[in-house]
């Protein structure tokens, strides 16, 4: 069954710091470019960073920049999302996504 699973997420303080993972079926893992996205309630999703097969090119959202970072490690078919100082705003349910297959997301809460 192909599927993308996220792990990770929960509750988390001003200024704290998460690392969210989604574990891929091989066959649409190992040379797709990896992306998260994330939607908050009531707003459009917004695409967050994305990182090519290799993982030699990043992409991130001008919102995440210089606080997220997206990495895989193509060996355990995992995309990782590490998130630092996160704000309150960082609120959103999470998603993993790769051509038309997406995980059922994950969802990061930001207490201030």
């Known amino acids: 069954q192909v599927q993308l699973v996220e792990s990770g997420g929960g509750l988390v303080q001003l200024g704290g710091s998460l690392t969210l993972s989604c574990v891929g079926s091989?066959?649409?893992?190992?040379?797709?470019?990896m992306a998260w996205h994330r939607q908050a309630p009531g707003k459009q999703r917004e695409l967050v960073a994305t990182?090519?097969?290799?993982?030699?090119?990043?992409n991130y959202a001008n919102s995440v920049k210089g606080r997220f970072s997206i990495s895989r490690d193509n060996a355990k078919n995992t995309v990782y999302l590490q998130m630092n100082s996160l704000k309150p705003e960082d609120t959103a349910r999470y998603y993993c996504?790769?051509?038309?297959?997406w995980g059922q997301g994950i969802q990061v809460t930001v207490s201030s």
């Open positions: 091989p066959i649409i893992f190992r040379f797709a470019t």
């Open positions: 996504q790769t051509g038309t297959y």
């Open positions: 990182i090519t097969s290799a993982g030699t090119i990043t």
